[in-house]
DNA sequence: ATGAAAGCGCTAACAG
DNA sequence: CTGTTAGCGCTTTCAT
């Protein structure tokens, strides 16, 4: 059937918004076959530069745009990712960032779902599962391994943000431990000898990070003053801790945390207490987020670098469909210390120098 | 890319993935036809209690999904709603995840598109519109009115979180103006006469709630005490202002700000300054985001309704599309006062009723 | 360099 | 209730 363009109006009675133009009426306005406009469309070569500048002169006065659906379904490779981030997390906002332009650099677009307190992580892969995606970059996921290992029978995974170990599954993570012994390093260095830690709770890293704490502080001689807190990953966390710390018998000169929202809740009840930061205590968070970098908070705190983990994790997913498989199923990005003003040397050591 | 010491493998070796099933395998495997297959899977009527238990059956074994794309692209229809938001704005989430229950409701899917540093309105807009959404929502948007006008030629845009005028533009937001109503009366009401506000520089909201301020402090007979100090919608942003603030010739006991995230800028610097809130200065936010929420920060706030604001957002994007034109363009929603540990009577008028 | 034609996986008439 | 059939808008051989 000869379909002219856009005059046939069938309903006649509903302000009829115009059909979008499709392949067809640009062929025919440039008066060519749809696949030589199909060939310039895309860019790619087998179209003289006559035609080219018809077809695309043709295409700007129908306000063309191709059909994406249409485009994947035909072709075999979607070049689509798909990714799963949390609304609560701003964190995720930043990889958001990074992966879009890693994703463009690759020639792969993103497919975006988002896990909402009504709205968990399977429903969020489901329906990318169904945009046919070709792999999958999870923000933190919190669903069990095992659930995550299964998703990898049917496409590749990469999970960011946190370590999980499985030999079917690519993990892009920061190397925590080597960010809390730069964080305890730059520490002693100012001179510090009772340092202590405010852990994460039950938030994913927390472990490795504690860990990390204590051989540094172990590499320093130290390890019998190690005291470790329990935490979490909100300012409220941070605020109990504090006040658990303040009430220590011997009171530490310098705190790690678990990361910066934490940390500024200990900010908080530190100053609340009448004390100075940082003379009376040092502070270093973890992530450098937006709260951090505040002029009026600045606190000293171990970067996440985002554009390498979130280039990571583009790089791997591209790599398994490639099939350029890469041997090691992990990447540990290394993390790097922000020195702003939280930090200082010690009260004590500061009268020893005089 | 780190693509190293992996040699390329060819199509023959590479361990490959399974085609993923089709309605086609389904039906075969269930001995029917791929139509009533369809009809099972979309879970319309027309088919036998038997033979929708075969097809279910089948299609579990096979593990099929069904393709978004395929589907879409043949009717006519993609119940599609685009959505762009800001991946910086903590706000947005929340909205976001009003949204995806309330397009649920509705019958609709969202296809997401984030607005990053890297990544303009514009693009993530672009991209919606390739992925055939009927609708768009849109999520504080900073295009020019003319650009969004111009879109919706194309297909309804509704604006949230903004208020622009255009006869062809849909636009939901919260009450500004009442909402600084809400906080002015609260304050006069516990004895405030001397309120300042501090806006929020180039953002979109900022003339409305600055208005309502003075709308309000006109009613109480105050107009005369205005002051409205330059802000913006940072934390630094705050903490500049409150030093304004304090350098005040006649300190105000109150003070209302534009967002919570500025509101906390305030609240640092007066605790710097070491002053004790509410005792010395009252003061309010706006939005009621996390940070409000924090019991270490307890910040009186003006909430918007998100839930209110999506659901509405998704009606008049469903509306259009139906064709049930609602004549009014844009829908206000009135906010809340929730007050917290920040606001109280001010010294003194404390003193007085001693 | 260009065009004709065959589908991608699915839905929607229309028959039976 | 079930099957047949014709496309949705595009890419992709395979001719010309």
Do not use: K, W
């Not at 009430?247 to 705190?255: E, N, Y």
């Not at 100075?276 to 171990?302: N, Q």
């Amino acid at each position: 059937m000869i379909r002219g363009y856009c005059v046939d109006v069938t309903e006649a009675e509903r302000p009829n918004r115009p059909r979008r133009p499709t392949l067809a009426d640009v062929a025919a306005r440039a008066g060519v076959s749809v696949a030589l406009v199909s060939i310039v469309m895309r860019g790619v070569p087998g179209a003289s530069a006559d035609s080219r500048r018809r077809v695309m002169e043709a295409a700007d006065e129908l306000g063309y745009r191709p059909d994406s659906r249409a485009r994947l379904l035909r072709s075999s490779n979607s070049r689509l990712i798909g990714v799963t981030f949390g609304v609560q997390h701003p964190f995720h906002g930043d990889l958001l960032t990074g992966l879009y332009t890693a994703a463009e650099e690759a020639g792969y677009e993103l497919a975006l779902s988002a896990v909402t307190p009504g709205r968990d992580e399977g429903r969020a892969v489901a329906s990318l599962l169904q945009d046919r995606c070709e792999a999958l970059i999870l923000l933190g996921p919190h669903s069990p391994t095992s659930y995550l290992a299964e998703l990898t029978t049917r496409l590749p995974v990469v999970v960011v943000a946190r370590a999980v170990r499985h030999r079917a599954l690519d993990v892009v993570r920061t190397a925590d431990a080597l960010g809390m012994h730069q964080a305890v390093d730059h520490l002693v260095a100012l001179g510090h000898s009772r340092i202590a830690h405010i852990d994460g709770g039950r938030a994913p890293g927390t472990a490795e990070r504690r860990r990390g704490y204590r051989e540094a502080l172990d590499r320093h001689g130290l390890a019998d003053t190690a005291v470790v807190l329990p935490g979490g990953l909100t300012e409220d966390d941070g605020a109990t801790a504090a006040r658990a710390l303040l009430a220590l018998r011997q009171r530490p000169t310098a705190v790690t945390v678990f990361n910066d929202r934490c940390a500024t809740g200990v900010l908080d009840v530190l100053h609340g207490a009448g004390l100075s930061v940082p003379r009376d205590m040092s502070v270093i968070g973890f992530d450098d987020d937006r709260l951090a970098r505040l002029s009026h908070i600045a606190l000293t705190t171990v970067a996440q670098d985002t554009e390498q983990l979130t280039a990571q994790a583009v790089a791997r997913a591209v790599g398994r469909l490639d099939g350029t498989t890469a041997a090691e199923r992990e990447v540990v990005i290394p993390p790097h210390l922000v020195v702003r003003a939280t930090t200082g040397a010690p009260m004590q050591a500061f009268a020893e120098t005089i």
